[in-house]
């Protein structure tokens, strides 16, 4: 696994870290995903997930920091029954389960949309977070949205890139966080790469981002968000 930082700037800290699966040599996740079969998805799909609680259980002692896991809706049965391990690896490596988040992309087609509402409706009960990853890109929008209304969503870095000159990109994301606001779901922009994107997510009131900006993800350890002098994220990107 390799760990990449969410940070929440109106808090000035980091929030929680979005585990990506690696190769065992950390090959890139598609060389890992590309093997994947309708066979092996299950059994793929409930490995990573243990994978990852077990490596952040050392890596996250005594920080009460998000952990976000990537899971694939079509392999998931029965929720209830399918998450045991994923709660034994929690109890495992003492991993508080109520700062589990799990999120699902709309790059995957939902065979079965009910089924997944049933899924995120279970985990909401179990005191997960869910989020719905690539929101604006994939097989489904604002549809799903409100079919599933999941704790968070991940604004696609498609709407993110460039932001800063597109006025179209603009009015559409300021669209999103109102929907977002209405319907008491967090938001969060994925794929910062330059300040000026930065500059134009924050005027639009979010709070949480993610991307290289801040930090490169690092195999199998917590990369650190650049800080000047032990001062708050939000004093450091003023003094660049």
């Known amino acids: 696994m390799a760990f990449q930082p969410i940070v929440d700037l109106s808090a000035g800290e980091v929030w929680g ?9 950390g090959e890139p996740a598609h060389t890992v995903l590309a093997q994947v079969t309708d066979e092996t998805r299950y059994s793929f799909d409930q490995a990573a997930r243990v994978t990852a609680i077990e490596a952040a259980g050392p890596l996250f002692a005594g920080r009460d920091m998000r952990l976000s896991i990537n899971f694939m809706p079509n ?3 029965e929720p209830k029954a399918c998450i045991q391990k994923s709660l034994a690896a929690a109890k495992r490596v003492e991993f508080p389960h109520r700062n589990l988040m799990f999120e699902f992309t709309e790059n995957e087609r939902m065979v079965d949309p009910a089924h997944v509402a049933k899924i995120v409706e279970a985990y909401r ?6 989020a719905l ?8 929008g604002l549809g799903l949205l409100a079919r599933l209304q999941p704790d968070l969503i991940k604004i696609d870095m498609e709407l993110i890139r460039d932001i800063h000159v ?6 559409v994301v300021a669209g999103i966080v109102n929907i977002a606001r209405e319907l008491d779901v967090r938001v969060l922009a994925e794929g910062i790469e330059d ?3 930065l500059g134009v997510l924050k005027a639009a009131g ?16 917590l990369p650190k968000v650049t800080f000047i002098a032990d001062r708050p994220i939000e004093a450091a990107l003023a003094a660049r």
């Not at 870290?17 to 065992?24: D, F, H, I, N, S």
């Open 75 to 77: 392999a998931v049965y």
């Open 133 to 140: 990853d690539d929101f604006g890109a994939g097989y489904a």
């Open 166 to 171: 597109s006025h179209a990109k603009q009015t």
């Open 125 to 130: 009960k179990f005191g997960f977070w869910t």
């Open 206 to 221: 979010i709070n949480l981002f993610q991307g290289y900006y801040f930090a490169k993800p690092g195999f199998m350890t």
């Open 195 to 197: 300040e000026a994107e």
């Open 17 to 25: 870290y979005e585990a990506l699966v690696r190769g065992e040599n």
